[in-house]
């Protein structure tokens, strides 16, 4: 399985920004795709994922009602829609899957590289 990760940028706090994964190789039913970020200065942590084969979706605290993950499954493309920025979302943002997912978090069994967005204040 490769990733890959594209869409980050520059943007100014309370913009919105989308950044996608591209899934290439056979995903298994069990699977699930999503992101981590990493800040300067800290540690990796995870952000969200979507089961391949459901619609289900995981947050962590920090990200949720201003973060929505979506996949197309057409595609194999898996989408991050990031309303509301803040500075503290700056960071580097990785694609990552997990085969099998046993949720909530994903412990990143595959790695995209990453695609960095920063939030200005």
């Known amino acids: 399985v490769q990733l890959q990760a594209s869409g980050g940028g520059l943007v100014q706090a309370g913009d919105s920004l989308r950044i996608s994964c591209a899934v290439s190789g056979r995903l298994y039913s069990s699977s699930a795709i999503g992101w981590f970020r990493q800040a300067p200065g800290k540690e990796r942590e995870f952000v969200a994922a979507?089961?391949?084969?459901?619609?289900?979706?995981y947050y962590t605290d920090s990200v949720k009602g201003r973060f929505t993950i979506a996949k197309d499954n057409a595609k194999n493309t898996v989408f991050l829609q990031m309303n509301n920025l803040k500075p503290e979302d700056t960071a580097v943002y990785y694609c990552a899957a997990d085969m099998p997912f046993r949720g909530p978090y994903l412990k990143g069994d595959y790695w995209g590289q990453g695609t960095q967005v920063t939030v200005s204040s």
């Open positions: 979507i089961r391949w084969n459901d619609p289900r979706t």
